[in-house]
């Protein structure tokens, strides 16, 4: 079973799924790639215990405060490969950003192979099912390219913002499926 609730962000309307007391999904409104993570039987229920502790945390991060998220229960679903990439992001330093060439190295190294795609892993960060709090907005492409937010760069520009980090040298791309 499957419960929703929302919250009302700086970024605009966000929807919070839950299944078995954990945090399944969040997405901001008219975000790519989300509503279809949760079962066709989903019943608002705004407060339950889950969505209570992830507006407080939704609250205080929004405010400026630097959190972790190991103050909530998530229980993102993805293939291995996703699933590992969104524990990299996990650890993505509050106020920091990294590229997605940097994850594919780490990826490369726990599986022992050669090289990874940073193409691949730029897919399963597009793919995080609980953005904001799993940090994909920390992320971002080669030379300062800021690229790959499923929720639109400009969402992207604030939450690098309410993190403190200067984006002004950071390159917005003329084209491309994340604008």
Not at 37 to 45: E, N, P, Q, S, T
Request: some cysteine.
């Amino acid at each position: 079973m499957f419960y929703s609730a929302t919250y009302s962000s700086p970024l605009g309307k966000i929807t919070l799924a839950s299944q078995n007391y954990q945090l399944v999904a969040l997405w901001i409104e008219g975000q790519q790639h989300f509503g279809s993570i949760v079962a066709d039987k989903v019943i608002v229920k705004q407060n339950l215990p889950v969505f209570n502790l992830t507006k407080r945390w939704l609250d205080h991060y929004f405010a400026g405060k630097k959190m972790t998220i190991e103050q909530l229960p998530l229980g993102p679903k993805g293939t291995p490969f996703r699933e590992k990439v969104w524990e990299l992001l996990c650890k993505i330093p509050y106020g920091q950003v990294v590229t997605y060439g940097d994850i594919a190295k780490q990826i490369a190294l726990q599986y022992n192979l050669p090289k990874m795609s940073s193409q691949a892993v730029g897919g399963a960060v597009g793919h995080n099912p609980i953005s904001i709090i799993i940090p994909c907005h920390r992320v971002i492409g080669a030379n300062g390219n800021l690229t790959g937010y499923a929720g639109g760069i400009d969402k992207k520009i604030k939450l690098l913002q309410i993190e403190g980090i200067d984006t002004s040298n950071l390159v917005i791309p003329k084209k491309g499926t994340a604008l």
